[in-house]
T-cell receptor, first 111, second 118 residues
Framework: EDKVVQSPLSLVVHEGDTVTLNCSYE??????LLWYKQEKKAPTFLFML????IEKKSGRLSSILDKKELFSILNITATQTGDSAVYLC???????????FGKGTKLTVNP | GAVVSQHPSWVICKSGTSVKIECRSL??????MFWYRQFPKQSLMLMAT?????????EQGVEKDKFLINHASLTLSTLTVTSAHPEDSSFYIC??????????????FGPGTRLLVL
């Protein structure tokens, strides 16, 4: 059965800390891995990763994929209270348009 | 770009009634849209894949006669929850597939519809 596992399930940090969120996967015919940020409403797109070892960066957020070890990490540096959200990892499969989602990591950044 | 809207954003209805939720891609055409359901503290669960001009593909365990999906145009898909029951209360989110350039495609999500069935 295809699965996406995120860890930790929740994390509480102070503003300014750096956090690393993990996503491991076991899916057939891997095509891409996506990270989303979900606050109170629907998820907003952060990154799409298809190639190993190539870091994608957007401001204080960055992400990298390891297709050999079947995982990805999402880093957030100098966290701010506005980074508090649930971060979702999803994997897309070749031959299918579906995404398989992990359960998410709930990040709380305290002032 | 790649904005997806949903209407209504929340709805309260009586048990036994039907509720229609619209999902629109505002600045792009989407041949494929997806409907998800999310219960509190759970991740998104795909209900069905909606393809313009053809029947939706439902995930295992999702009743197609209860959750009617119509993808009538390249910018609109609708989900109708028929004869709603309290256990159908949930957060319903649609997404639409779009291309980001460089041959990459991804899903962009609507803001969601919170349904409460009394």
């Amino acid at each position: 059965e295809d699965k996406v596992v995120q860890s930790p399930l929740s994390l509480v940090v102070h503003e300014g800390d750096t956090v690393t969120l993990n996503c491991s996967y076991e899916v057939t015919n891997f095509r891409s891995l996506l990270w989303y940020k979900q606050e109170k409403k629907a998820p907003t797109f952060l990154f799409m990763l298809t190639s190993s070892g190539i870091e994608k960066k957007s401001g204080r957020l960055s992400s990298i994929l390891d297709k050999k070890e079947l995982f990805s990490i999402l880093n957030i540096t100098a966290t701010q209270t506005g980074d508090s959200a649930v971060y979702l990892c999803a994997v897309g499969q070749g031959g299918s348009e579906k995404l398989v989602f992990g359960k998410g990591t709930k990040l709380t950044v305290n002032p | 770009g790649a904005v997806v809207s949903q209407h209504p954003s929340w709805v309260i209805c009586k048990s036994g009634t039907s509720v229609k939720i619209e999902c629109r891609s505002l600045d792009f055409q989407a041949t494929t849209m997806f409907w998800y359901r999310q219960f509190p503290k759970q991740s998104l669960m795909l209900m069905a894949t909606s393809n313009e001009g053809s029947k939706a593909t439902y995930e295992q365990g999702v009743e197609k006669d209860k959750f009617l999906i119509n993808h009538a145009s390249l910018t609109l898909s609708t989900l109708t929850v028929t004869s709603a029951h309290p256990e159908d209360s949930s957060f319903y989110i649609c997404s639409a597939k779009s291309y980001r350039g460089l041959g990459e495609e991804t899903q962009y999500f609507g803001p969601g519809t919170r349904l409460l069935v009394l």
